[in-house]
């Protein structure tokens, strides 16, 4: 499995860069209330508990992810560009963003996304990471190495080895998948995500973090009941 995650084409690249994705037909001018209802559905709890300036603070922050994403992606929005984006006002181009991203919230993606209780601020910027690993293979490649980084340094005695220095991007993913892979298994914590990494609609950079995400509740646990 772990040669699965790191050399197989699980991200099902049906979209380059300057191309249209294939799949679910999109048009940046469709109403309003359909991108309303994604947007208040989309968001976990944790931001409508905050206090009014903190949440000003994560509306801000969602508002300049959405635009970053937009004006990096845009080609793939029919009728969209970078001038199109400078004359519409912030509150339509997060439309426009949502409106898009929404077909790339996947089973997947939601279920990662219920399993680590992510703010509303998190959990889009998890599906915009997800959307872009869909759309450009090399910020799949990035955001799949990124994910095995922050593994190795918040789990550097189960996952970091001296060896990774002189190892290639690529042989580092794999092995430390493989690493993370034999801990779960060998505390019976593996078959519960195996049917997750094995999803390939899911991307590569998806399923690291679920693995990631494994080792951090299994830890938390064994520290509970040591």
């Known amino acids: 499995l772990a040669e699965v995650l790191v050399f197989s084409d699980p991200l099902g690249l049906s979209c380059v860069p300057g191309n249209m994705c294939r799949g679910p037909t999109y048009n940046a001018r469709q109403p309003a209330q359909q991108s309303q209802q994604f947007q208040q559905g989309w968001g976990g709890s944790s931001a409508s508990r905050a206090a009014p300036s903190a949440r000003e603070k994560e509306r801000q922050r969602l508002?300049?992810?959405?635009?970053?994403?937009?004006?990096?992606?845009?080609?793939?929005?029919?009728?969209?560009?970078?001038?199109v984006i400078r004359r519409q006002s912030p509150q339509e181009n997060q439309r426009i963003a949502l409106a898009f991203l929404k077909q790339f919230?996947?089973?997947?993606?939601?279920?990662?996304?219920?399993?680590?209780?992510?703010?509303?601020?998190?959990?889009?910027?998890?599906?915009?990471?997800?959307?872009?690993a869909h759309l450009d293979r090399n910020s799949a490649e990035e955001l799949a190495l990124g994910a095995v980084l922050d593994g190795v340094r918040?789990?550097?005695?189960?996952?970091?080895?001296?060896?990774?220095?002189?190892?290639?991007?690529?042989?580092?993913t794999s092995d430390v998948v493989r690493r993370a892979i034999s801990w779960l298994d060998e505390r019976g914590r593996f078959e519960k995500i195996e049917g997750f990494?094995?999803?390939?609609?899911?991307?590569?950079?998806l399923r690291i973090k679920r693995l990631m995400l494994e080792i951090r509740r299994t830890l938390k646990e064994e520290r509970r009941g040591a």
């Open 63 to 83: 508002t300049a992810l959405l635009l970053s994403f937009l004006r990096r992606h845009h080609m793939h929005i029919p009728g969209m560009s970078q001038e």
């Open 105 to 132: 919230a996947t089973s997947p993606l939601k279920s990662h996304l219920d399993a680590a209780h992510l703010s509303e601020f998190r959990r889009t910027k998890e599906l915009v990471h997800e959307a872009m």
């Open 154 to 172: 918040e789990f550097s005695e189960i996952l970091g080895s001296p060896d990774h220095q002189h190892m290639s991007d690529v042989d580092r």
């Open 197 to 205: 990494l094995s999803n390939t609609t899911a991307s590569t950079q």
